[in-house]
């Protein structure tokens, strides 16, 4: 069955990049998604990037994608205590309406 | 405006007793889901509402039953609860399209069973 795996912590310094990386196990996943979680609230999708695509990149945000791998990956540039959260990965199922497989998360911690 | 939106926030309760969340959502998707966090964060979709029709429904057991009575509303009601229920159960919404599933999540009910 489907699975994503991720590390469960990150730990960095305010200003640095933080790379967050996510391995996937369906290749038909049409679209991969980073969801952000902070402390107490839902999940709000942060970026996604089409299958087709290599390099997504919105801001400070940078998402990399290697398919042959299965490898998703998410680089916050010049990250702040802001960015302090859990990052969900998801795939598609594969299903007609693509529900989400959800990794188990990564709590990145920002060191000021 | 709250796009989805939750009730109760927090839970408190017996076990064995029987409880209801209601979510609502004021987007117009077509489908509505039920995801449950436990304490390690960890995410698992649990139920899948399309227009109002079950289109999932993971390894739940019978207790959980979910209830849409229009497209807007998804409830789930848990009868019987035990400990193990204690989680923080998250609503969310989408109107997938061409592939794309962008899934608005409401700001969860911590359930707390004593």
């Known amino acids: 069955g489907e699975d994503v795996e991720q590390s469960l912590f990150l730990s960095v310094r305010e200003g640095d990049s933080s790379v967050i990386n996510c391995t996937y196990t369906?290749?038909?996943?049409?679209?991969l998604y980073w969801y952000k979680q902070e402390p107490g609230a839902g999940l709000q999708l942060l970026t996604y990037?089409?299958?087709?695509?290599d390099m997504k990149q919105d801001q400070r945000l940078t998402v990399l994608l290697n398919k042959k791998d299965k490898h998703l990956s998410l680089r916050i540039a010049d990250t702040q205590t802001g960015d302090s959260a859990i990052y969900f990965c998801?795939?598609?199922?594969?299903?007609?309406?693509?529900?989400?497989?959800f990794g188990k998360g990564t709590k990145l911690s920002v060191k000021p | 405006d709250t796009a989805v939106s939750q009730t109760p926030k927090y839970l408190v309760t017996q076990m064995g007793n029987d409880k209801s969340i209601k979510c609502e959502q004021n987007?117009?998707?077509?489908?509505m889901y039920w995801y449950k966090q436990d304490s390690k964060k960890f995410l698992k979709i649990m139920f899948s509402?399309?227009?109002?029709?079950?289109?999932i429904n993971e390894t739940v057991p019978n207790r959980f039953s979910p209830k849409s009575p229009d497209k807007a509303h998804l409830n789930l009601h848990i009868n019987s609860l035990e400990l193990g229920d204690s989680a923080v159960y998250f609503c969310?919404?989408?109107?997938?399209?061409?592939?794309?599933?962008?899934?608005?999540f409401g700001p969860g009910t911590r359930l707390t069973v004593l």
């Open positions: 990037i089409f299958s087709n695509m």
């Open positions: 369906d290749s038909s996943s049409t679209y």
């Open positions: 998801a795939e598609s199922d594969g299903g007609s309406q693509g529900n989400l497989i």
């Open positions: 987007l117009g998707h077509d489908t």
């Open positions: 509402y399309n227009n109002k029709e079950l289109i």
């Open positions: 969310a919404s989408s109107d997938p399209a061409e592939g794309l599933n962008e899934q608005f």
